[in-house]
């Protein structure tokens, strides 16, 4: 059983910046590639960023590449998203999600998940 908590969001003007934190329970944080996921209202979930268990590998969705950052630190079992250069249409609750793998997370979404934390961009 893996538990997460996200922390982190809140209102930003646009062109800002906010850095998400997912921390995580358990010993096997390492044994899980790790990523987020957003939905707005009225909008399905769609997959943001994902990092492999050692954090070599990474996976950005195209509406994000070049301003996000995803990163871990195993030694602390959580799990950031950097976000930089905010815009309107990044408003969404985040959620943290873990699986075994990335292509086994973008394809069916994430075995286990956190509550989310709101994000909101205002112009």
């Known amino acids: 059983q893996v538990q997460l908590v996200e922390s982190g969001g809140g209102l930003v003007q646009a062109g800002g910046s906010l850095r998400l934190s997912c921390a995580t329970s358990?010993?096997?944080?390492?044994?899980?590639?790790m990523g987020w996921f957003r939905q707005a209202p009225g909008k399905e979930r769609e997959f943001v960023a994902a990092?492999?268990?050692?954090?070599?590998?990474?996976s950005y969705a195209d509406s994000v590449k070049g301003r996000f950052t995803i990163s871990r630190d195993n030694a602390k079992n959580t799990v950031y998203l950097q976000m930089n250069s905010l815009k309107p249409e990044d408003t969404a609750v985040y959620y943290c999600?873990?699986?075994?793998?990335?292509?086994?997370?973008?394809?069916?979404?994430?075995?286990?998940w956190g509550q989310g934390t709101q994000v909101t961009v205002s112009s």
């Open positions: 999600a873990a699986d075994d793998l990335i292509p086994t997370m973008k394809s069916g979404g994430g075995d286990y």
């Open positions: 358990g010993r096997t944080f390492s044994s899980y590639a």
């Open positions: 990092i492999s268990r050692s954090g070599s590998a990474l």
